[in-house]
């Protein structure tokens, strides 16, 4: 399991891929983040949520209402042209986040620093 301090700056950025092609509700994106990660990240209920109040008072998403198939009402959110920029933003941030901690990260005869 990866720990949610480290992944915690990416959280918006995950969510927002889940919305690059389509509209989607709280429950199927936080299954697919553990399905995409092969379980190794599992998004805490909590984090999901005040993600999104974050992410729609920052105008990255819209909410809507929408219907699962026995009628019941769920909200659904879809990504803005803010969110769509943003995310580029991050990928891009990423990259460079990425070539400075590899500067950092023994990938080879780990076994010798212990």
């Known amino acids: 399991m990866i720990s949610s301090d480290v992944i915690r700056g990416y959280n918006d950025t995950m ?20 399905e995409l990660t092969d379980e190794k990240y599992i998004m805490k209920e909590t984090t999901l949520y005040s993600a999104f109040k974050r992410m729609e008072s920052n105008g990255f998403i819209e909410a809507f209402s ?26 891009e941030e990423w990259e460079i986040t990425r070539e400075v901690i590899e500067k950092f990260i023994v990938k080879e005869n780990f076994h010798e620093y212990n």
């Open 66 to 91: 929408g219907s699962e198939t026995n009628g019941k009402p769920r909200t659904y959110y879809k990504i803005t042209d803010a969110g769509r920029s943003y995310y580029k933003e991050k990928c």
């Open 15 to 34: 969510i927002l891929y889940l919305l690059l092609n389509e509209p989607s509700y709280g429950y199927e994106i936080s299954k697919r983040i553990r």
